[in-house]
Nanobody, 126 residues
């Protein structure tokens, strides 16, 4: 099992940047594919980015490609989401997710991931 705790959310003006972190418990972090999702009020949770165990392979949904960057530090048991050029429509609760059974970084289904953090709120003002 792995426990995930997100941090780094907050209020930022449009055009600004934030870096989210997701710290994982346990000594087998490197065995998990990781991903970031978000959920805006009244909307379904949506996939944003996935990263392979080694951190070499990454995949982004079109809406964040070129603005967001996913990365991980297996020595620190942490995955990051660097968010630049933020827009008001990026306002949502952001979640990290993990699963040891996933091998494709373009695995976008919410139900595919077994482990989730509690989420961190990101609010982008116009």
């Amino acid at each position: 099992q792995v426990q995930l705790v997100e941090s780094g959310g907050g209020l930022v003006q449009a055009g600004g940047s934030l870096r989210l972190s997701c710290a994982a418990s346990g000594r087998t972090f490197g065995n998990y594919a990781m991903a970031w999702f978000r959920q805006a009020p009244g909307k379904e949770r949506e996939f944003l980015a996935g990263i392979s165990r080694s951190g070499v392979l990454k995949y982004y949904t079109d809406s964040v490609k070129g603005r967001f960057t996913i990365s991980r530090d297996n020595a620190k048991n942490t995955v990051y989401l660097q968010m630049n050029s933020l827009k008001p429509e990026d306002t949502a609760v952001y979640y990290c997710a993990a699963d040891s059974r996933i091998w494709r970084v373009d695995t976008v289904g919410v139900g595919e991931y077994a482990y989730w953090g509690q989420g961190t709120q990101v609010t982008v003002s116009s």
